[in-house]
């Protein structure tokens, strides 16, 4: 069954993959991943609709082992997993991989190991084989829902056409030379107009009532972080039972449900998150499972800026009961476990290696791209506004200085 079209209200939609490894090839697709993380990604960053990607095989005997209460996995197979999240619709998603011959070739490569792989061509049957193998998310998180890849390298090409302009700015400036700046900016920028990306509100401060009020956008590049991409499987319950499973499940669905921010949404150094539950591990098509998962587990993959522990202590103080309800459930997570220092120990016990990560824009925050996508939007604005208007040369500099000051400010200031 193919995944339902726009399951999340966002114009990027998530895949989770997991396939089983064939008969002593978990070596070789250890080696393929190792390989190909040593070369630039070049050929998925040429296809502009994927957000983020990563491949990564996991070992049977090194899925987290959390409690005394259960047992160690006997699968005679590892795993190979592959998450990431696009825009567009699913069938193009998969045509590009099938169609593009470059691409062709790096799915024999990546997915050759794994049981069952039919190839590429036919694209019927690979349809076929990643519908198969797509695990269903029950929450996906995107700090800018509203942009596709295009979306944003317009928004942050922009910024830094008005960074530039602000920083070259002069109190003694004529109007002449301004007017030249003004107009030259305004012919930089203008084929990146047309992709202006959807805004969305990102909340990070209450009022003085109470009230929780939108960020603005903010010129600036802010300080360089490193962006990572993390996964973590949690132990949930050992199986037959599940009733923790089914509770957690049920938990995470309602955060996703709800027209309140989910607690993902009140950390800023979050790009995208996504939960699900890894029940079992589905068999070879057309053949029945020799064994299955002695546990159900908790799969969390996450991009973000900074460092884990941070992100955990924001996403615990964002909710305390979110995480109490979610991980605290799970197998091993301390009794009464209460405070941010549990979520980290526990989390860091639950991460499994990333080989193989991808981001499309590795070199900017979440707030970075945020403060794009908002000055974008309010740029178009600006200009159907002002540029509708007779206003002579002196009248349109003060009134862009105005607009343009709303958002100079200091990046260390303003976060």
């Known amino acids: 069954m193919r995944p339902p079209a726009g399951q999340f209200p966002s114009l990027q939609q998530p895949l989770t993959t997991i396939t089983s ?8 697709a250890w080696l393929i991943v190792y390989v ?17 990607a990563q491949w990564q095989r996991v070992r049977i005997k090194k899925l987290p082992r959390l409690s005394p209460d259960q047992p160690a996995e006997d699968l005679a197979n590892d795993l190979f997993m592959f998450t990431t999240n696009y825009n567009g619709d699913w069938d193009q998603y998969i045509d590009t991989f099938a169609r593009v011959p470059r691409i062709r070739m790096g799915m024999r490569f990546l997915w050759g190991t794994s049981q069952g792989f039919p190839g590429p061509i036919p694209l019927r049957t690979f349809k076929q084989y990643i519908h198969y193998h797509t695990y269903p998310e029950t929450l996906y998180y995107s700090a800018y829902p509203a942009s596709t890849v295009r979306n944003i390298e317009a928004a942050l090409a922009v910024k830094a056409a008005l960074q530039d302009f602000a920083e070259n700015s002069a109190p003694s400036e004529t109007l002449v030379a301004f007017k030249q ?7 930089a920028v203008a084929p990146k107009l047309a992709s202006a990306p959807g805004v969305t509100d ?10 929780s009020t939108p960020r603005r956008g903010r010129l600036g590049g802010g300080s360089k972080v490193r962006q990572i991409l993390i996964a973590a499987m949690s132990p949930i319950e050992v199986k037959p039972a599940h009733d923790v499973t089914s509770g957690i499940t049920a938990r995470i669905a309602e955060v996703g449900k709800s027209s309140s921010p989910s607690p993902f949404a009140k950390c ?16 070879k098509l057309g053949s029945s499972p020799a064994a299955s998962l002695r546990t159900n587990y908790l799969l969390f993959v996450a991009a973000i800026d900074g460092t884990v522990d941070d992100f955990l202590d924001c996403l615990y103080a964002a909710d305390p009961q979110f995480v109490q309800d979610v991980w605290g459930r799970c197998l091993g997570y301390p009794e009464d476990g209460q405070g941010p220092v549990f979520l980290r120990i526990y989390i860091a016990r639950s991460l499994l290696p990333v080989q193989l990560p991808y981001a499309a824009f590795p070199d900017n925050s979440a707030l970075d791209i945020r403060d794009a996508v908002s000055i974008h939007a309010d740029l178009l604005d600006w200009l159907a506004n002002f540029h509708s208007r007779d206003l002579g040369d002196a009248e349109l500099m003060a009134a862009w200085q105005g607009w343009l000051n709303q958002y100079a400010f200091s990046s260390e200031a303003a976060r």
């Open 21 to 28: 490894t064939r008969p002593g090839m978990s070596w070789l």
């Open 36 to 52: 190909a993380s040593l070369v630039k990604l070049k050929m998925v960053e040429e296809l502009e609709f994927i957000h983020f």
């Open 181 to 187: 700046r003004y107009l030259s900016m305004l012919r």
């Open 202 to 211: 990102f909340v990070i401060a209450k009022s003085e009532s109470g009230e």
């Open 268 to 283: 800023p150094m979050l790009h995208f998150a996504r939960l699900l539950v890894i029940d079992d591990v589905i068999p």
